[in-house]
C-alpha cells in the first residue's frame, strides 16, 4: 500500500532580498542550511598512488598525480572566500557557489570549467532530497562545493580506491565526467521512483479514488515540475561541454560526456510523460468521481420513480372523503399491498431490462 504523501511545505524565497543593494559578487549564502563548519579532504591519485588528507587545500598537486579537493558546507561565507582566492576563483562564481537556488550552469574560463548542478537522491525515509553542488575543473585537480556529506559519488570513491579502475590511469577532466555523470545517474533513481507512484497512484484512483487522492495527485505533480527544473539544462550543459574547445576537455573525456548526453535525452522525456501522466491522472480522478456520483444519482432517481407511484395510491387513499367504496372492502387492504409490491417488482423488472440498474 502506498504511504500517504507528506504536506507539501511552503517555503518563503528570500533570494531576491538578500541580494537587494549588494554588488554583484557578493559572497552571501543563500539556503535553508543551518550554520554548519566548512570541512576539506583530498584524494590524491593516480595508477600507482593513493592517499587522503584531511583539512589541508593543496592548489598544485604532486606532479603525476590527480586531485579530487572536497568542500563540504556552503554557509560559512568567509571559509569559502578563502578557498575562493587560493584557487584564484572569480567573484561571481563564488556568489553563484553559495547561492543553492541559482540554476544548473557552465562557465568557461581561461584556467578551470566551472559549473553547478543539483544531486537528486532518496534519503533513508524515501523522500527526496535537492542538494546544490559545484564542479570545478582544473588543469589536474577538480575541486567539489557541497553541502553535506551527504552525496551520490559513493561509487566514484570507490572506483578511484580500486588500483586496478579506469579512473586511476585518466586525468582531472575524466574524473570530472565521472562525477558529473554519477549524478546524471542517480536522476535516474529519483525517476523510478516517481514512476511508481504514479502507477501506485492510478490503480487507487481507478479502482477507490478518494479525496485524499486528489491531494496526492497534486502533490506529485508539483514535485516533478520541481524536479522538472533541476534536471531539464543539464542536457544543453552536458552538450556544451562536448562541443566546447577548452584545453581541460579531451577528445577521449567528450567520447564518455555524449553517452551522458544520451541519459540526459532520455530522462528529459521521462519528466515529459510523467508530468502528462500526472495530468492525466487528476483528469481520470476527476472522471472517476464523476461517475461515482452518477452512480449514486442513478439509484436514487431509481429508488425516487420506485415511491412515486407508491406515494401517489398512498396519497390518494390516505383523503378524508366519506364516499370512498374501496376503504369498506373487506380485504381492501391487503388488495393495496397487493398493488404496492406488483408495481415494485414490475419497475425493478423494467429497470433491469434497460440495464439502469
Known amino acids: 500500500m502506498q504511504k500517504n504523501l507528506p504536506k507539501p511545505k511552503i517555503k518563503k524565497n528570500h533570494r531576491s532580498k538578500s541580494k537587494l543593494g549588494k554588488a554583484p559578487g557578493a559572497i552571501n549564502y543563500i539556503g535553508n542550511r543551518k550554520e554548519q563548519v566548512t570541512k576539506v579532504s583530498t584524494i590524491s591519485y593516480n595508477e600507482n598512488e593513493y592517499f587522503v588528507t584531511k583539512e589541508q587545500i593543496t592548489t598544485e598537486p604532486t606532479k603525476g598525480l590527480t586531485a579530487f579537493i572536497d568542500v563540504v558546507g556552503l554557509t560559512d561565507e568567509i571559509a569559502i572566500a578563502n578557498i575562493g582566492k587560493q584557487f584564484n576563483l572569480n567573484n561571481l ?196 468521481m464523476s461517475n461515482k456520483m452518477n452512480e449514486v444519482m442513478k439509484v436514487l432517481t431509481v429508488i425516487a420513480s420506485i415511491f412515486i407511484p407508491l406515494t401517489f395510491i398512498a396519497g390518494i387513499y390516505g383523503m378524508n372523503f366519506d364516499n370512498m367504496p374501496e376503504l369498506r372492502t373487506a380485504n381492501g387492504y391487503y388488495y393495496l399491498w397487493a398493488v404496492f409490491i406488483l408495481i415494485f417488482l414490475g419497475l425493478l423488472i423494467y429497470f433491469k431490462k434497460k440495464d439502469w440498474l
Open 93 to 288: 562564481i563564488l556568489e553563484d557557489l553559495v547561492d543553492t537556488l541559482q540554476r544548473p550552469k557552465i562557465d568557461e574560463y581561461e584556467d578551470y570549467v566551472f559549473g553547478i548542478f543539483k544531486m537528486l537522491y532518496l534519503d533513508e525515509n524515501h523522500q527526496l532530497v535537492v542538494e546544490h553542488v559545484a564542479l570545478t575543473l582544473f588543469k589536474n585537480t577538480v575541486v567539489v562545493f557541497q553541502e553535506t556529506d551527504d552525496d551520490v559519488f559513493g561509487e566514484v570513491i570507490k572506483r578511484i580506491e580500486n588500483k586496478f579502475g579506469r579512473i586511476r590511469s585518466r586525468g582531472a577532466d575524466y574524473l570530472f565526467f565521472a562525477l558529473l555523470d554519477a549524478i546524471v545517474d542517480h536522476y535516474f533513481i529519483v525517476l523510478d521512483d516517481i514512476k511508481n507512484k504514479l502507477e501506485l497512484l492510478e490503480d487507487e484512483v481507478y479502482n477507490n479514488p478518494q479525496k485524499e487522492s486528489a491531494r496526492k495527485i497534486q502533490y506529485l505533480k508539483k514535485e516533478i515540475l520541481r524536479i522538472r527544473k533541476w534536471i531539464f539544462p543539464v542536457k544543453e550543459l552536458v552538450n556544451r561541454l562536448i562541443q566546447s574547445e577548452h584545453q581541460l576537455i579531451s577528445k577521449e573525456t567528450k567520447l564518455f560526456l555524449k553517452d551522458t548526453f544520451d541519459h540526459c535525452l532520455e530522462i528529459n522525456e521521462d519528466i515529459v510523460l510523467y508530468r502528462e501522466m500526472s495530468t492525466s491522472l487528476m483528469e481520470m480522478y476527476m472522471t472517476n
